[in-house]
């Protein structure tokens, strides 16, 4: 008998979160054949905003505001944390580790939800900081999509994102707190209803946006430089605008769903972001769902995160079964079966529970009866251009 709290609100925010970056990657790899191994760093932006950016904002803006009440709870913490010097600033240490998480859950937090105007502000900046650093890190990494080819292009997100990741937001506290990460800023009282809410909405509005890309022409553009980029450019495709904007667009989709994931997790080092969690499981998603399909990529979702929800409940009957330890049954054993399921997809059913379908175009009986009446009324007039 299954328990309620495998299906709880986290596991749904986990669920909606994972949909948007597997939609987003799909737009990417699926829809335009670009192999982005560099995802997770994507999704670790909206993260940062809401800790490394969203704590110095809130704490200026408690010192500005507040400035007794902020003075008072400096104090306090140059009491607590030896590293940190009562004349110092609340900007200059609510980033460091130490004393983050004293300062962001004693006074950040309820300063910010008992003043409903801050709190707007405060996620409209964040927000506003999220799709900016997506947008040119997003311009940063089609420089390189450009000018080099698949191959080549996935080897080199991959080293970018676990450079930025592994190295400098990870070794230097004064960014994200290093690898003792920080506490994030969250709206109202309750995050994690927050949370899902919005990573429902963000799910929705992903969904239904892909969908009318991918019956655009813009769409059916992106399936021909997926398919061929010299074919594309004969028919006068824009190659380079086409990838630039993919990506700008999925970047900004995925530190989106990284910035709901943060508000119900609220602390997290640069690693949380690591590559198998938000590059490799997005891809497996993906591949099962059936590329270059929205729809796949959300049954994909579903069905990849609903089983390992149900292994990792049954975990125990599995150890007792194959009569191995349970640690290794939770720590190995999942990535056997992640890597033994993408070799059976792609061996026995290559494009997924979901095949891609062909690409919705206009209507060609409305277009001849347009064509009809436009003619009819050029004959009338004369006069096309008055017409227009």
């Known amino acids: 008998m299954l328990e309620w709290w495998i299906f709880s609100e986290s596991f749904l925010i986990t669920i909606f979160v994972y949909t948007v970056v597997s939609i987003s990657l799909n737009l990417e790899a699926g829809f335009t054949g670009i192999p982005n191994f560099g995802k997770?760093?994507?999704?670790?932006?909206?993260?940062?905003?809401?800790?490394?950016?969203?704590?110095?904002?809130?704490?200026?803006?408690?010192?500005?505001?507040?400035?007794?009440?902020?003075?008072?709870?400096?104090?306090?913490?140059?009491?607590?944390?030896?590293?940190?010097?009562?004349?110092?600033?609340?900007?200059?240490?609510?980033?460091?580790?130490?004393?983050?998480?004293?300062?962001?859950?004693?006074?950040?937090?309820?300063?910010?939800?008992?003043?409903?105007?801050?709190?707007?502000?405060?996620?409209?900046?964040?927000?506003?900081?999220?799709?900016?650093?997506?947008?040119?890190?997003?311009?940063?990494?089609?420089?390189?999509?450009?000018?080099?080819?698949?191959?080549?292009?996935?080897?080199?997100?991959?080293?970018?994102?676990?450079?930025?990741?592994?190295?400098?937001?990870?070794?230097?506290?004064?960014?994200?707190?290093?690898?003792?990460?920080?506490?994030?800023?969250?709206?109202?009282?309750?995050?994690?209803?927050?949370?899902?809410?919005?990573?429902?909405?963000?799910?929705?509005?992903?969904?239904?946006?892909?969908?009318?890309?991918?019956?655009?022409?813009?769409?059916?553009?992106?399936?021909?430089?997926?398919?061929?980029?010299?074919?594309?450019?004969?028919?006068?495709?824009?190659?380079?605008?086409?990838?630039?904007?993919?990506?700008?667009?999925?970047?900004?989709?995925?530190?989106?769903?990284?910035?709901f994931y943060i508000q119900n997790n609220a602390s997290a080092t640069s690693i949380t972001f690591n590559r198998v969690a938000w590059t490799f499981l997005p891809w497996a998603m993906i591949i099962l769902g059936g590329m270059a399909n929205n729809a796949g990529a959300v049954i994909g979702t579903l069905v990849f995160l609903i089983g390992m929800r149900l292994f990792t409940y049954y975990q125990d009957q599995i150890s007792h079964l194959l009569g191995i330890q349970a640690s290794l049954v939770a720590s190995l054993l999942p990535n056997i079966l992640i890597g033994i399921l993408i070799l059976v997809v792609l061996y026995l059913r290559p494009q997924g529970i979901i095949p891609e379908h062909i690409s919705k175009t206009l209507d060609f009986k409305k277009i001849m009866r347009e064509e009809a009446g436009l003619e009819e009324t050029i004959g009338n007039n004369g006069d096309r251009k008055k017409e227009a």
């Open 40 to 259: 997770h760093f994507f999704v670790f932006l909206g993260a940062f905003a809401a800790q490394g950016i969203g704590v110095r904002i809130a704490a200026w803006l408690y010192e500005k505001l507040e400035p007794q009440a902020a003075q008072e709870a400096l104090q306090q913490v140059s009491m607590m944390v030896p590293s940190v010097s009562p004349n110092a600033s609340l900007v200059s240490i609510a980033a460091n580790p130490d004393a983050n998480r004293i300062i962001v859950n004693n006074y950040l937090k309820p300063f910010v939800t008992s003043n409903l105007g801050v709190e707007v502000l405060l996620a409209i900046v964040i927000l506003g900081v999220t799709v900016a650093l997506a947008l040119i890190f997003g311009l940063v990494a089609s420089y390189a999509a450009l000018r080099l080819r698949e191959d080549y292009l996935a080897i080199l997100l991959l080293s970018f994102a676990e450079l930025m990741v592994m190295v400098v937001f990870y070794q230097s506290e004064s960014l994200n707190g290093g690898n003792k990460g920080l506490w994030a800023i969250t709206f109202t009282r309750n995050p994690m209803r927050f949370a899902l809410i919005g990573s429902a909405a963000l799910a929705i509005l992903a969904y239904i946006y892909a969908e009318k890309i991918a019956n655009s022409p813009m769409g059916r553009a992106m399936r021909a430089v997926r398919d061929d980029e010299v074919a594309a450019s004969v028919f006068g495709r824009d190659i380079a605008s086409i990838r630039l904007r993919v990506i700008m667009v999925a970047s900004v989709m995925a530190a989106l769903a990284g910035l």
